[in-house]
């Protein structure tokens, strides 16, 4: 892994380490939260897939698009949304990136280039497509990201959107994060062909499945796709291979995966890797690793602190922002 | 003033956009090369290109979603889906998502989108063609639903709809395409949530919508054959709804019937119904009458077909079990 870091440069490859850092810490203090009552609904944590998104959108401008699905705080942080205002929308305040009206499961931050948050599988893929399409239609040269799993692998939409993003060439990379399972059901008991990846031919587009526990490997492959996609080549399917080392939700103790299977998938901890290959390149050492973590800690707590202290929306707000004035 | 089909005002209304605005394109199922399943955009793909007149896979979901997401980013995109029917395809991102994102989003990003779509029966079409559905998208906050009766409202409407910011169901009927009408030259538009009075009575209020407009009118005439002064209010929008419009109307007849082509259980026409006895229970000397379609999925054959969609005399059976006394 380490000879791939040449390319990237030290202040680049210690971006990509610190988001990946915020990314797990703030997961493991929305858990906390979550179990203090703070954070209510569902809470879908994206514990052991980080490299997938940071590595993925490393590669885009920031006027460049990202969309996601209910598993979306790690899209959102690693597209530059402030931890602050993500941590206030999961607790439900006025101060959240939503004003506490979407939460865990709808983050928006259009500032940010981030367009959602959306808990209806594979609902956001045509969407997203759409985006890429506004993007062609107005010349704006812009590209779109699009985060699913491999549960959405199975609707409707994934096909639909594919085909016709395949037919009109919008630039837009579809990113399949395959964490092997669809809440509990493993993906070769829901899939014909597990082979996921392999749906991009039908399509008439680039289809490749990654090491999602590899940031350098899913960056590589995420930033061909969006070359391609920038030159109006396409799009393309990119599979990453991940794994979440939580059950689907916080309501869920994950007992249908064997514990050799999460032995052997924790091994493979994507923020321990990237480590280790930083380490071996002289970009990092102990005392570095270790300064990261207490400073992405530090501000993690003043993300809980500002959520926690800061108000509910006042009452009136439960009629507002239904309709857009016109 | 000059005379024109409710297609062919509808028509205009998308030239007159598609010239004025190069964000404005239209996108659905054979709109280009075939004209139109309705012929509404007949002849566009060869004056506007396949850049701004987009046919698009049978794929309703997806181009419901590429719209969304056009819409949000800036793009001004409107759908024709080829029935209402065919929405039920389209009705997680109509619903889950069109409806939705405004609000989730805490008001950062709109989705200002128009989906046409015509709806109804009796044109022998089954089952699964000829269904009245604008009630169910009425139900979702979100959303705005119109239903245009005339060609003058089919253009004012629509111009209307695609400025309103938001998105709308565009309901036609596939019975009207072919009415005529008055339709202004210069500029106008019709607002979103006003019902018009399309005649002035005094014994009772006949509510309907679309094609049912026209039937209310037709009971009208008989019912002053009957010596019934029959008002007649043409909703225009179910969503949102013209309430006021409603209590003045029976505040000064003081008995309403409701007329509606969908079957009644669970539809828009108790919405209505509930609307005015919920807000103008005092000025009634009748409970509110409500004629609608069959409770039954459409069937084929003509006799069975007209048997299951409410006609004036339908209508006028209607008002007599109301007030029996008063017919001549």
């Known amino acids: 892994m380490s000879d791939r870091l040449d390319d990237l440069g030290r202040d680049e490859a210690l971006r990509l380490y610190r988001q990946m850092v915020l990314i797990r810490l703030f997961e493991e203090r929305a858990a906390q939260e979550y179990a203090y009552q703070k954070i209510g609904g569902f809470l879908h944590l994206y514990i052991g897939e980080e490299a997938v998104a940071v590595g993925a959108i490393s590669t885009i401008r920031q006027d460049d698009l990202v969309v996601s699905h209910y598993r979306d705080h790690g899209h959102a942080l690693a597209k530059g949304s402030d931890p602050k205002k993500v941590m206030a929308e999961l607790f439900g305040k006025v101060t959240g990136l939503c004003k506490g009206k979407g939460g865990s499961m709808h983050l928006f931050d259009v500032e940010h280039g981030f367009l959602g948050g959306y808990a209806i599988v594979a609902g956001g893929m045509p969407i997203a497509a759409g985006h890429a399409l506004a993007s062609q239609y107005l010349g704006q040269g812009r590209v779109v990201l699009d985060f699913f799993g491999d549960g959405a692998a199975n609707e409707g939409e994934f096909h639909e959107t594919l085909n016709v993003a395949g037919l009109w060439k919008l630039p837009i990379v579809f990113i399949l994060e395959n964490n092997l399972y669809a809440m509990g059901t493993r993906v070769d008991r829901a899939s014909a062909n597990p082979e996921l990846w392999e749906r991009a031919q039908a399509y008439n587009m680039p289809g490749q499945r990654v090491d999602g526990m590899d940031v350098l490997a899913v960056r590589r492959a995420v930033g061909e796709a969006v070359r391609r996609a920038r030159a109006g080549e396409g799009p393309s399917l990119v599979e990453a291979l991940t794994y979440r080392f939580r059950g689907h939700s916080m309501a869920d103790p994950a007992r249908y995966r064997e514990r050799a299977e999460v032995e052997s998938w924790s091994g493979r901890d994507p923020i321990t890797l990237f480590s280790a290959a930083l380490q071996e390149a002289e970009m990092l050492d102990d005392a570095g690793s270790q300064r990261i973590h207490d400073e992405v800690a530090a501000q993690v707590e003043e993300a809980v602190r500002f959520a926690d202290e800061s108000p509910f929306p006042p009452p009136e707000a439960l009629y507002q922002d239904v309709y857009a004035e016109g | ?328």
């Open chain 2, 1 to 328: 003033m000059p005379e024109m089909t409710y297609r062919e005002a509808l028509s205009l209304a998308l030239r007159e956009e598609l010239r004025r605005r190069d964000c404005f394109f239209l996108m659905g199922e054979d709109i280009g090369a075939y004209g139109g399943s309705y012929a509404v955009t007949k002849g566009f793909l060869e004056e506007f290109g396949e850049r701004r007149v987009k046919d698009t896979p049978i794929s309703e979901s997806a181009i419901v979603g590429l719209a969304i997401g056009a819409a949000m980013l800036g793009a001004c995109p409107m759908i024709e889906l080829m029935t209402i029917n065919f929405s039920l395809l389209a009705m997680d991102q109509i619903v889950n998502h069109a409806a939705k994102i405004h609000y989730m989003s805490g008001g950062q990003v709109a989705v200002p989108l128009v989906l046409r779509m015509p709806t109804g029966g009796g044109f022998q079409l089954g089952a699964q063609h000829s269904q009245n559905l604008e009630g169910w998208f009425a139900h979702v906050p979100g959303l705005k639903v119109v239903t245009p009766s005339t060609p003058y409202d089919a253009k004012g409407l629509l111009k209307a709809a695609i400025n309103d910011g938001n998105p709308v169901i565009f309901v036609e009927h596939s019975l009207l395409y072919g009415m005529r009408g008055e339709v202004p030259e210069e500029e106008y538009v019709v607002p979103l949530g006003q019902a018009a009075i399309r005649r002035e009575g005094t014994d009772l209020t006949l509510i309907a919508y679309s094609r049912m407009a026209h039937v209310a009118l037709e009971a009208a005439d008989k019912l002053a054959a009957r010596g019934i002064s029959a008002e007649v209010v043409d909703l225009r929008s179910l969503r949102p709804l013209d309430v006021d419009a409603l209590v003045r109307s029976v505040q000064k007849t003081n008995r309403a019937l409701v007329v509606e082509e969908a079957p009644k259980s669970g539809g828009f026409g108790g919405e209505v119904v509930a609307t005015i006895s919920d807000q103008a229970f005092d000025f009634l000397d009748a409970p509110v009458g409500w004629v609608g379609g069959a409770d039954v999925p459409m069937p084929y054959t003509r006799p069975l077909e007209a048997l299951a969609i409410p006609d004036a005399d339908k209508v006028v059976a209607g008002v007599q079990r109301m007030m029996p006394g008063r017919f001549r």
